[in-house]
C-alpha cells in the first residue's frame, strides 16, 4: 500500500537554523499532508497540499511537491526550539481514502 | 473546548482482558478514524467511519470493534488484550473523507501485562 517516508529519521539544529525534512512515496497521490506531534500529544495538521500543486506556505513553513519525483520537502525557516516535535508525512493514493503516515522525523531545535 | 476527546488518557490491564476506549468531537465532522501508533512512532490508520457507516477498515485482527453510535462518537473496544497491542491509540475527525484535515486527539497509552 502506499506509504510516505521522511528522510531524515532525526534532525538536531541550532534555533534560528532552517530544517528540512522530505517525504518520499510510491504511487500517485491525490494530495500530501504535513503534520507535527509534539511529545506525548496527538498530531496537528500544518500544511495540505493537493497533487496539481507545486509548493505552498504558512507563516515559516513551505512545502513543496514534486510529483515525478514522487517526494515533497518541508522547510521550516528561523527555527525555534519550540518547533522540537515529529513531523509527519500523510499521503492519500488516488481512488483512496486511506491516509498513511510514514515513521516521522524528529527535529530537535536547540537554544 | 476540546474539539476532539479521548477517555481514558492512560489504560494499563492484563493480557485477556476487554476493555474500551471512547472518543468524541465537537467539530460537527461526519468522518471519525482509529489510529495506532507502535513505540517506534509508526502510525496506522484501523479504522474509518463516515456517517456512521465504516468505510475504512484495515486489516485489523476481529478483537477490535468499532461502534459509531452517531456521527460524534467513535468508540474502540478490544477484547481479549494481547500483548503486541500495547500502543497509542488516537481518534481523528475530519470533515469528510478524502483530501481534508484530520484532528487529532491526545491519544489513549493502553499498556497490556
Known amino acids: 500500500s502506499q506509504q510516505g517516508e521522511e528522510d531524515p529519521q532525526a534532525l538536531s539544529i541550532q534555533e534560528g537554523e532552517n530544517a528540512t525534512m522530505n517525504c518520499s512515496y510510491k504511487t500517485s497521490i491525490n494530495n500530501l499532508q504535513w503534520y507535527r506531534q509534539n511529545s506525548g500529544r496527538g498530531l496537528v495538521h500544518l500544511i495540505l497540499i493537493r497533487s496539481n500543486e507545486r509548493e505552498k506556505h504558512s507563516g515559516r513553513l513551505r512545502v513543496t511537491l514534486d510529483t515525478s519525483k514522487k517526494s515533497s520537502s518541508l522547510l521550516i525557516t528561523a527555527s525555534r526550539a519550540a518547533d522540537t516535535a515529529s513531523y509527519f508525512c500523510a499521503t492519500e493514493a488516488g481512488g483512496s481514502y486511506i491516509p498513511t503516515f510514514g515513521r516521522g522525523t524528529s527535529l530537535i531545535v536547540h537554544p | 473546548d476540546t474539539a476532539v476527546s479521548q477517555t481514558p488518557k492512560y489504560l494499563v490491564t492484563q493480557m485477556g482482558n476487554d476493555k474500551s476506549i471512547k472518543c468524541e468531537q465537537n467539530?460537527?465532522?461526519?468522518?471519525m478514524y482509529w489510529y495506532k501508533q507502535d513505540s517506534k512512532k509508526f502510525l496506522k490508520i484501523m479504522f474509518s467511519?463516515?456517517?456512521?457507516?465504516?468505510?475504512i477498515n484495515e486489516t485489523v485482527p476481529n478483537r477490535f470493534s468499532p461502534k459509531s453510535p452517531d456521527k460524534a462518537h467513535l468508540n474502540l473496544h478490544i477484547n481479549s488484550l494481547e500483548l503486541g497491542d500495547s500502543a497509542v491509540y488516537f481518534c481523528?475527525?475530519?470533515?469528510?473523507?478524502?483530501?481534508?484535515?484530520?484532528?487529532f486527539g491526545p491519544g489513549t497509552r493502553l499498556l497490556v501485562l
Open positions: 467539530l460537527g465532522h461526519d468522518t
Open positions: 467511519y463516515n456517517n456512521k457507516e465504516l468505510i
Open positions: 481523528a475527525s475530519s470533515q469528510a473523507p478524502g483530501g481534508e484535515t484530520q484532528y
